[in-house]
């Protein structure tokens, strides 16, 4: 174990803008029937949101960021606990996390292909789908309830027609 620190040429000032610069605010990214949508930092298997944790997250997006490269191991904990001791099975479980999430194996790999000893490589095509806003929905606020066909009350007639008369 050693400790994770910035990369070099990187400051503790402007890591936070690196680790969370966007892929792209104007695009979503589409792999293997799968959607990421990073304005609402959100991965959609068709019409189903998948869950991710935050750090599962953050590798979704670094690898996104890399496809067909090989990301060092390093590179991954540097990045993903900086200024934090961990082991590469902290990785290890977090890129087992992401598989499981995709539906896919280490064996054989189908999007994350691990390079034993060196890192991984996110290893299928990517397509750019720009954002239409007219086919976007509009954000909504909660749905409007259904008004009920009769009385509110059921079985309290005579306490409505007393309230009625005091008012």
Known sequence: MRARGPPRGVTQANLATISEMPISLTHDLCFAGFRVDVRAQQLWAGDAPVPLR???WQLLVHLLQRPGELVATEALLDHLWPGV???????????????????????PPRVIETVHRRGYRFHVEITRVPLDAALQPAPAG????????????????AELDRLRRRA
């Open 85 to 107: 001791e961990v082991t590469p099975k902290a990785l290890t479980n977090l890129v087992g996390e992401l598989r499981r999430a995709l539906g896919d194996l280490s064996v």
């Open 54 to 56: 935050p750090r599962t």
């Open 142 to 157: 909660p749905a409007p309830l259904p008004q009920p066909a009769g009385p509110l009350f059921v079985g309290r007639q």
